[in-house]
């Protein structure tokens, strides 16, 4: 199994701010991915994380607010940029390990004022 | 586009007893995932089921996998208290080597609350 640390794990930041979130694995993998969880919801997919070259986004997420990077196979960062309280979430890291199990990371938890 | 639909969204149940949440699919995957969620934490990972017919079992847990219906059960037998938690079912809409390759597209979340 991997394990999936993040920093930090919870920040309050101010309008028009940025914040950028590490996720660390403890091995290896190829596949790395952001999620969000908005209060009360379920998780949906930002984007993929690739190592190397620029991250694949889903609908409705973009490069410019969003901003990711992947310098190898265990660590990426995401950036959350010029926030509004809308963007107040938990944000998630997760990787596929051996079998196909994804692991989460812990989370962090993003509050905007 | 790929959607899941779990059901029920909240379940109230008494200790010792059994129940079963639901999690439909809409199109074809190679893989089906649940995960359990505490108030405040991330999720754990209970099951992965990767092929038609697919069980798996731990502890009060059971999960299943009928592709040809497009639909994965969670089993829970004789509820404690510590089950009470949210349950997520999640499917990848790809193949190794495909552009969906390893994403989740997430159910709403069960949850759940076991009560004496």
């Known amino acids: 199994s991997a394990v999936i640390s993040q920093k930090p794990s919870r920040d309050i930041c101010q309008r028009g701010t940025s914040l950028t979130i590490q996720c660390q694995v403890d091995s290896q993998v190829t596949m790395m991915f952001w999620y969000r969880q908005q209060p009360g919801q379920s998780l949906t997919l930002i984007a993929t994380?690739?190592?190397?070259?620029?991250?694949?986004?889903e609908s409705g997420f973009v490069i410019d607010k969003f901003p990711i990077s992947r310098p190898n196979l265990t660590f990426s960062t995401l950036t959350v940029s010029n926030m509004s309280p809308e963007d107040s979430s938990i944000y998630l890291c997760?990787?596929?390990?051996?079998?196909?199990?994804?692991?989460f990371g812990p989370g962090t938890r993003l509050t905007v004022l | 586009e790929l959607k899941v639909e779990q059901n029920p969204l909240f379940l109230s149940m008494q200790e010792g007893k059994n129940y079963t949440i639901y999690c439909n699919y809409s199109t074809t995957s190679d893989r089906l995932y649940w995960y359990r969620q505490d108030p405040g934490k991330s999720l754990e990972s209970l099951f992965v089921l990767l092929s038609n017919g697919a069980v798996k079992q731990e502890g009060r847990l059971m999960a299943s996998l009928d592709t040809k219906a497009r639909l994965s059960t969670l089993h829970i037998t004789a509820a404690v208290h510590d089950l009470s938690a949210t349950y997520f079912c999640?499917?990848?809409?790809?193949?190794?080597?495909?552009?969906?390759?390893?994403?989740?597209?997430f159910g709403q979340g069960t949850i759940l609350t076991v009560h004496p």
């Open positions: 999640a499917v990848t809409g790809g193949n190794a080597g495909g552009t969906s390759y390893g994403k989740l597209t």
């Open positions: 997760s990787a596929m390990g051996g079998g196909g199990t994804q692991y």
């Open positions: 994380a690739n190592q190397g070259s620029e991250a694949t986004y």
